[in-house]
Nanobody
Framework: VQLQASGGGFVQAGDSLRLSCQAS??????MAWFRQAPGKVREFVAA????????YYIDSVRGRFTISRDNAKNMGFLQMNSLKPDDTAVYYC?????????????????WGQGTEVTVSS
């Protein structure tokens, strides 16, 4: 499975961005987004199972970000609204064979290359 993330950019605080993740190949169940800010460790942001009602978010993005997927197109998305400077990071999409949502980086077997999001105040 290969993952290709896109959609990052430079925006102002309060703006929105939609990240996309195109997967080639199947054999995974959970899709997720992680992010890594400069000088910080990569952190979990959100995950989604095979169905749209199975999602999980970190507290700092809950209510502002929405994770979704289109299984027919083998794609995942992260809609980010009300962006804040603290959201500035490189965002990575990831996929896992497990059927259970997990925040652990080591549980994800497949990773995309990252797309950069910069939020200016």
């Amino acid at each position: 499975v290969q993952l290709q993330a896109s959609g990052g950019g430079f925006v102002q605080a309060g703006d929105s961005l939609r990240l996309s993740c195109q997967a080639s190949g199947r054999g995974f169940n959970v899709m997720a987004w992680f992010r890594q800010a400069p000088g910080k460790v990569r952190e979990f942001v959100a995950a989604i199972g095979r169905t749209s009602d199975n999602t999980y978010y970190i507290d700092s993005v809950r209510g502002r970000f929405t994770i979704s997927r289109d299984n027919a197109k083998n794609m995942g998305f992260l809609q980010m609204n009300s962006l804040k400077p603290d959201d500035t990071a490189v965002y990575y999409c990831a996929a896992a064979r497990t059927e259970f949502l997990t925040i652990l980086k080591n549980s994800y077997e497949y990773w995309g290359q990252g797309t950069e999001v910069t939020v200016s105040s």
